[in-house]
């Protein structure tokens, strides 16, 4: 079946760093996503990683090993705002249809 | 340049009745792609809508239908109403000659509530 998976939920200090991991399992493989949601609010982009390695965006950087179906999101020096559901999408097709994680969400503490 | 707009924010519906709602795609993207997301998980694809055709669809019961305009505006009905169709109501827009970074942009969506 089709899978994708990522923790519930993640608590971390500000200024700290956290890593958000996600595993997939699909029928098709055409590019991974991050989305930021805060409550009440649209998923706003974060990162894409289509080949396997590093994508680095300011504080937030993006993982992916197609082979071993993960990926992670790390987000460094926390802060107050960063506080929202974390969404890891694959797109198993080059129509844009994404299959999303349950999201986590991560909650940072002064 | 505006982005992805929808409307109404929310709606009260009851059981049994119909909704529409609405996605105005951003400026220069033709593509619509609906989707629903209950408390607490992730979007689910509902289906995509390119050139005034259903292009995709996921696995939502044939109650869900949607239309394309020729503006590229979009609208999601949602007949017989069940309690389990309560969510938020997430409306993307991208580009149909989809690049391979080519990102879906978000509607604040629509929080349909079925009582």
């Known amino acids: 079946g089709q899978n994708i998976d990522q923790p519930t939920e993640m608590t971390a200090t500000e200024g700290a760093i956290v890593q958000i991991n996600c595993t997939y399992q699909?029928?098709?493989?055409?590019?991974l996503f991050w989305y930021q949601q805060h409550a009440g609010e649209a998923p706003t982009f974060l990162s894409y990683n289509v080949l396997d390695g590093l994508e680095e965006k300011g504080r937030f950087s993006s993982f992916l090993s197609r082979s071993k179906g993960y990926s992670y999101l790390l987000l460094k020096e926390l802060q107050m705002k960063d506080s929202a559901s974390y969404l890891c999408a694959v797109r198993s097709d080059s129509w844009g249809k994404l299959q999303f994680g349950a999201g986590t969400q991560v909650v940072v503490t002064p | 340049d505006a982005g992805v707009t929808q409307s109404p924010t929310h709606l009260i519906k009851t059981r049994g009745q119909q909704v529409t709602l609405r996605c105005s795609p951003k400026s220069g993207h033709d593509t619509v792609s609906w989707y629903q997301q209950a408390l607490g998980q992730g979007p689910q694809f509902i289906f995509q809508?390119?050139?005034?055709?259903?292009?995709q669809r996921g696995n939502f019961p044939d109650r869900f239908s949607g239309h394309q305009f020729p503006n590229y505006s979009s609208e999601l009905n949602v007949n017989a109403l069940l309690l389990g169709d309560s969510a938020l109501y997430l409306c993307a827009s991208s580009l149909g000659t989809l690049a391979t970074n080519e990102k879906l942009f978000f509607g604040s969506g629509t929080q349909l509530s079925v009582l």
């Open positions: 809508y390119y050139e005034e055709e259903e292009r």
């Open positions: 699909t029928s098709g493989f055409n590019g």
